[in-house]
T-cell receptor
Framework: GAGVSQSPSNKVTEKGKDVELRCDPISGHTALYWYRQSLGQGLEFLIYFQGNSAPDKSGLPSDRFSAERTGGSVSTLTIQRTQQEDSAVYLC?????????????FGPGTRLLVL | AQTVTQSQPEMSVQEAETVTLSCTYDTSESDYYLFWYKQPPSRQMILVIRQEAYKQQNATENRFSVNFQKAAKSFSLKISDSQLGDAAMYFCAYTTYNQGGKLIFGQGTELSVKP
């Protein structure tokens, strides 16, 4: 079946604008994860969903970041009033269940550049 | 703090030779899972190999194997018969049973393969 898909692949925006990043997980996967990959911080966890609920939002760097998941499928990560330090690759992953033993399958990421 | 350390930012190997990538981690949990992911220039993170902490036997996947030393909190990756397609960034990561699958990543090791 299809893997995890993310859109857009690349996004260039101006400082202060809002952006929405989309993730389509593998069909049937109940757990969905967002990570951020940047030069200075490496790969860092942002948030995960089990179904439509987000038990752990501890990685969201500020209140400008929010995420939602609808229908237990598609997820959107929204960054409001973007800053230059938000420039990074945003990776989405999904797994069948939310347990640690489950393998996470990653999408190709969205590269965000804030000018 | 839960951390993963990859002490080799860059490694190089001759085609058909063997290379070992190092990883150490720090957790107080007893039930956890370890992973090596590969990220080629396409940005797609691909699972290479995984190890459950409760298993004493080292995991093996074709040319990839690990040396898991639980007491030393060490989890190195050995790549045998290196191929040009193995060139990529390699990330070591772990999650614990009660973290919902949230992965903690190391900083990565960039592997180049010389023909």
């Amino acid at each position: 079946g299809a893997g995890v898909s993310q859109s857009p692949s690349n996004k260039v925006t101006e400082k202060g604008k809002d952006v929405e990043l989309r993730c389509d997980p593998i069909s049937g996967h109940t757990a969905l994860y967002w990570y951020r990959q940047s030069l200075g911080q490496g790969l860092e966890f942002l948030i995960y969903f089990q179904g439509n609920s987000a038990p752990d939002k501890s990685g969201l760097p500020s209140d400008r970041f929010s995420a939602e998941r609808t229908g237990g499928s598609v997820s959107t990560l929204t960054i409001q009033r973007t800053q230059q330090e938000d420039s990074a690759v945003y990776l989405c992953a999904s797994s069948l269940l939310m347990w640690g033993r489950e393998t996470q399958y990653f999408g190709p990421g969205t590269r965000l550049l804030v000018l | 703090a839960q951390t993963v350390t990859q002490s080799q930012p860059e490694m190089s190997v001759q085609e058909a030779e063997t290379v070992t990538l190092s990883c150490t981690y720090d957790t107080s949990e007893s039930d956890y899972y370890l992973f090596w992911y590969k990220q080629p220039p396409s940005r797609q993170m691909i699972l290479v190999i995984r190890q459950e902490a409760y298993k004493q036997q080292n995991a093996t996947e074709n040319r990839f194997s690990v040396n898991f030393q639980k007491a030393a909190k060490s989890f190195s990756l050995k790549i045998s018969d290196s191929q040009l397609g193995d060139a990529a960034m390699y990330f070591c990561a772990y999650t614990t049973y009660n973290q919902g699958g949230k992965l903690i990543f190391g900083q990565g090791t960039e592997l180049s393969v010389k023909p």
